[in-house]
């Protein structure tokens, strides 16, 4: 029977040494056109480093923290001696591969010392780092300030401004917490900045469908706005542009879904089966209308959707957001549960997501999920006539008379769906 002692040992050593053949199979395969001799450090050079780092990492009982130190100063010392000389030779002043072998040697140190799994898992990010460069290199190229700024405004408010913010309630109604609000706003602000990033990678040439699709992942009355103004300028058909415009509802109609399921789970069982019936409507909807539509387009594809994530429009957001959950709290508290739906048909007009957002926070602080889910599904009927509205007073009588017959069949479905899962699965959350 081995040593289980010796055993892990040998396999730590295993998986230092397999770090290090990782990388320099990497790192010799980005210098495999050099002539013999004149290769960086390869294949051999990069397992030998992840060894000596796990044969240091294995002494370190044995000579203590000093000697460990003095090992590793010795290898670095000579590794940079060496990568110093290479850079004269080569004319070229890139550290990367003097980092890489510095980070083998200490995640071969690490694997025999550490947790083997966090070791394993670095190794191969760091091959994945280094295979990736061109890939990488050309993505930062392409990157716009506005979209490192959206990237970085995302990663501070998440990071940084979320830990900041008091997780408990700090109005007179019991309804604002600072770091959920906060939050909901980063997620809804997520998802925009997701929907602008696959217009991005999918070009330009994708057509109405894909941009509105896209768009709507932002705003999809803005859509529907912007469809009507592309209509009544003859940019496109009325028939293409409200089957674009049924493609946004439908994805608005699902991004609700999504928020219920992330923020009120409760709440999915009741509201989601209409939801879902209203937007595979919709889908159905713009397909027949794209189909029927024969004819070619004048533009080829919708107006490019810009980055959404500005300081002011999430600041706007976040308090509009906190607003919609205060009169929320207090319509429930004076009027009872009957009071959320005259809230959710009003607020419902400007951001469903917000009354979306509002219902899942009174869920998680007591509300029953049936009138939570009827006012979601009240808001949702709301915002998908007041789409209607707008695109008539943008692209016109057949744009919107098209709309109007997509949502109509969206809605009588939706309502149906409704109407026999409701009975079903509301004794499922009490009387």
Do not use: C
């Not at 789409?387 to 149906?416: C, E, M, Q, S």
């Amino acid at each position: 029977m081995p040593d289980p002692v010796l055993l892990d040992l040998f396999q730590r050593l295993g998986l230092a040494v397999g770090i290090g053949f990782l990388v320099g199979v990497e790192r010799e395969w980005k210098h495999r056109d050099a002539p013999e001799g004149s290769r960086a450090a390869g294949l051999r050079t990069h397992a030998i480093i992840g060894l000596f780092g796990g044969i240091s990492g294995t002494l370190l009982p044995e000579v203590g923290p000093l000697g460990f130190s003095a090992l590793a100063i010795a290898f670095a010392a000579a590794l940079i001696a060496f990568k110093i000389r290479e850079s004269l030779v080569d004319q070229d002043i890139s550290v990367t591969g003097t980092i890489a072998a510095l980070l083998v040697f200490a995640l071969g140190a690490y694997a025999v010392v550490g947790n083997v799994t966090i070791a394993a898992a670095a190794g191969v990010a760091l091959a994945g780092f280094l295979a990736f460069k061109e890939a990488l290199h050309d993505w930062v190229d392409k990157l716009t300030w506005k979209e490192l700024r959206s990237a970085l405004l995302i990663l501070a408010a998440t990071a940084i401004a979320l830990p900041l913010l008091p997780d408990r309630t700090v109005d007179p109604w019991d309804a604002i917490n600072p770091r959920e609000l906060w939050l909901l706003t980063i997620l809804v602000a997520a998802a925009s900045f997701a929907g602008y990033v696959a217009v991005r990678v999918l070009g330009s040439d994708v057509g109405v469908l894909a941009g509105a699709a896209a768009g709507s992942l932002v705003s999809s009355t803005v859509v529907t706005a912007e469809l009507g103004r592309r209509v009544r300028k003859d940019e496109t058909h009325a028939t293409v542009g409200a089957s674009a415009a049924s493609l946004a509802a439908a994805i608005s109609v699902g991004r609700v879904f999504a928020l219920l399921a992330v923020t009120a789970t409760p709440v999915l069982p009741l509201a989601g089966p209409a939801l879902i019936g209203a937007v595979v409507t919709f889908l159905a909807a713009a397909l027949v209308m794209r189909w029927l539509d024969r004819e070619e387009t004048k533009a080829e594809s919708a107006q490019a959707v810009q980055s959404p994530l500005y300081l002011s429009s999430v600041a706007k957001f976040a308090l509009f957001l906190g607003a919609v959950i205060v009169v929320g709290r207090i319509v429930s508290e004076t009027f009872g549960q009957a009071g959320l739906l005259p809230f959710a048909a009003t607020a419902g007009l400007a951001d469903v997501d917000a009354v979306t957002l509002a219902a899942g926070s009174l869920v998680r602080t007591g509300l029953d999920p049936s009138p939570a889910a009827n006012a979601v599904l009240v808001a949702v009927v709301m915002n998908t006539l007041a789409k209607g509205g707008i695109a008539f007073a943008t692209g016109g009588v057949r744009y919107a008379g098209l709309y109007f017959a997509a949502a109509g069949a969206a809605l009588a479905v939706g309502a149906a769906v409704w109407f026999l899962a409701t009975p079903l699965l509301a004794p499922m959350f009490g009387p």
